[in-house]
């Protein structure tokens, strides 16, 4: 997991590490046994007797890859003519609309959850108007991960006791700049960005680094394999912004709309229970 790798000289369970791939997660490292979620234990770390606590968004950023595919056809081309991802272009569309998507909200449950969402669990865009077009679509989908990703550490500090004070990005999504500043607006703090977006393999590497004992212990393979790299700090106006529509909004859609939901699976058949 990426949080054992990032904590920086040993556990250090106020730091959580947001990872942005197709599955989008936030998580800690701690050596106390905690259950985020009632009754579904926590991760077993690489660690002698560490844990790691997560809350997942399971489809993440997959759902950049189902905007390129259904909205990107444009970016697409461009990026096979310039020979890059079509993704290194998307900053393009993030940095065409405000913060706050002009009041389009994205709720990521694309995929049936356990508790929130439940087995009904399904996503949903509200406040649509004129002026939205596809850039605000995409914004709206990373402020929607980002938003559950803050449910997430709010849930995790509940249950673990522990105020997360610091925050790290790895994953693909990372390598976005717009991204990390979105992401630093939504939750209010700081976020890092390690030296490699592949915190996995670096995770992976060191814990060979440690069994074959080039390094003596963990927390000398941490000191020396890891470092921060860019820090990207919360403007004060977005984040003003982001607290009211999070609060006031994002928080109180599922409630509003899980009977909806239900109504639909009846109705429907889908998702299947």
Not at 60 to 70: D, H, L, P, R
Not at 199 to 212: M, R, Y
Request: proline content about 6%.
């Amino acid at each position: 997991k990426a949080c054992e790798v990032l904590g920086s000289g040993g556990i250090a369970p106020h730091i959580g590490c947001l990872s942005y791939g197709t599955t989008a997660t936030i998580n800690t490292a701690t050596t106390k046994y905690v259950e985020t979620i009632p009754f579904i234990p926590p991760y077993t770390a690489a660690m002698p007797k560490v844990y790691n606590t997560e809350m997942m968004v399971y489809r993440g950023f997959w759902m950049v890859s189902w905007f390129k595919n259904e909205f990107a056809q444009m970016e697409q081309r461009k990026a096979k003519e310039l020979g890059v991802e079509a993704e290194q272009l998307f900053d393009e569309l993030l940095n065409q609309v405000p913060a706050g998507s002009m009041g389009l909200m994205m709720q990521p449950y694309w995929s049936p959850g356990v508790r929130q969402p439940g087995p009904e669990g399904k996503g949903a865009f509200i406040g649509f108007g004129d002026v939205h077009k596809r850039a605000h679509i995409y914004r709206a989908i990373l402020e929607g991960l980002a938003y559950e990703l803050r449910s997430g550490k709010e849930q995790i500090e509940r249950r673990s006791g522990t105020k997360i004070t610091r925050l790290r990005v790895s994953g693909g999504g990372s390598q976005s700049d717009a991204a990390m500043q979105l992401t630093a607006d939504i939750f209010g703090m700081p976020v890092e960005r390690p030296h490699t977006f592949e915190a996995s393999g670096l995770g992976a590497a060191i814990n060979c680094c440690v069994g074959l004992g080039i390094h003596p212990s963990y927390q000398a393979a941490i000191e020396s394999m890891t470092r921060v790299g860019d820090v990207f700090q919360p403007q004060t106006e977005a984040v003003m912004l982001y607290d009211r529509l999070y609060k006031q909004v994002y928080r109180k859609m599922y409630k509003r709309l899980q009977p909806l939901y239900k109504s639909i699976q009846e109705i429907t058949g889908y998702p299947k229970y």
